[in-house]
Structures are given as structure tokens and as C-alpha cells.
């Protein structure tokens, strides 16, 4: 935007050329593949958690995010796959439903107008974190945060740190663990 302006003169102090961020890689928190087995077989008493889990599951076999999520429509689905213009690159996408992701899909087929149960992205990320508790998604995990240039580690159980963006994460990174492009 600076740069924007500058070219168009309206600023004719470039001081901000000299700005450098430090960018640091941060921990990827993710679920294993026995921690996601865990949490899509678990039996839930709560109805809330149950479709949460059952959200959240999806977005981690499938890779769409949240916001896609929320707008996906039964006529996207055909012939086992997703077919869906992604919100955040405009493009759309043809994802291959696994087993486990048409299961999910099939606990929902009574809904009318979409294939799966509608709930914001806040409460999915408040619930999934009840879900991983319950589900015993506890494992700790150490990892550095930096705020104002200052390193502080913290060590915090699993569940606490899982959110919708997690399921991305965990999609990927047991893709590359079991060896796929």
C-alpha cells in the first residue's frame, strides 16, 4: 500500500523501506492419525459435540476450511468428490472424499438443503477443543511464542491448542507422513 502511494506521490517519506519483520516459523500443531481415529470413533453423549467432532473430522479429511465449510451444498458433491470454488482463492477445486469423510456425510443425508450440520466457526473451535478433552487429546506440547520480540515458552495439553485451521494442518502433515505428494 505504501509503495501504492509513493508511486502516485503521496507520501515523500520512505523511511518505511528501511522496516524489516522477523518472520519465525511457528510450531505446527496438528492431530496424529491415532488422535484423529481416536476422536472420529469416539462416542459423544452430547448431540453439540457430536456434530462439532463431526465438522471438524471432516475439514481433516477433505482440507477445506472452515469458510468453505459453512457454504458447501449438497449439489457440490457428486461421484465421491467435492466440487467447490474456494472462498479464499476464487478457484475451484475437485476434493476426493475418503471413506470416512463420505461416512460423515451420510449421518447428515436427512438434512434438506445441505450436506452437513450448520455451526459457526467460533463454536466449532469451542467445541473441538471439549471433544478432544473428553477424547483424551491430551498430550503436551511445548512450543515458543514471541511477543514483542521476546521468546516464552509454554507447555500446554493438546486439546487446548486445537482450532479449525488445525484440521488443515492435520490433513497435511499425515499426508506427508504417509508419503504422499
Not at 479429511?61 to 459453512?70: A, C, E, P, W
Request: charged content about 30%.
Amino acid at each position: 500500500f505504501l509503495t501504492w502511494c509513493q508511486k502516485r506521490g503521496y507520501t515523500k517519506d520512505f523511511t518505511y523501506k528501511d522496516f524489516k519483520a522477523v518472520e519465525r516459523e511457528k510450531d505446527v500443531i496438528y492431530l496424529t492419525l491415532d488422535e484423529l481415529m481416536t476422536l472420529y470413533n469416539f462416542e459423544f453423549e452430547s448431540p453439540k459435540r457430536a456434530r462439532a467432532r463431526d465438522l471438524f473430522c471432516f475439514m481433516c479429511f477433505t482440507g477445506i476450511r472452515v469458510s468453505d465449510l459453512k457454504n458447501l451444498k449438497k449439489e457440490n458433491i457428486r461421484d465421491g468428490q467435492i466440487f467447490k470454488t474456494i472462498v479464499k482463492t476464487h478457484k475451484t477445486e475437485v476434493i476426493p472424499l475418503n471413506q470416512y469423510a463420505r461416512f460423515i456425510l451420510s449421518k447428515y443425508e436427512h438434512l434438506e438443503n445441505f450436506p452437513l450440520p450448520k455451526l459457526s466457526a467460533q463454536k466449532i473451535n469451542d467445541h473441538i477443543k471439549d471433544c478432544c478433552e473428553e477424547a483424551g487429546i491430551k498430550t503436551s506440547v511445548h512450543f515458543v511464542d514471541y511477543s514483542g520480540g521476546k521468546a516464552k515458552e509454554h507447555t500446554e495439553p493438546k486439546y487446548k491448542l486445537i482450532t479449525n485451521h488445525t484440521a488443515r494442518k492435520t490433513l497435511i502433515t499425515n499426508s506427508i507422513i504417509l508419503g504422499m505428494n
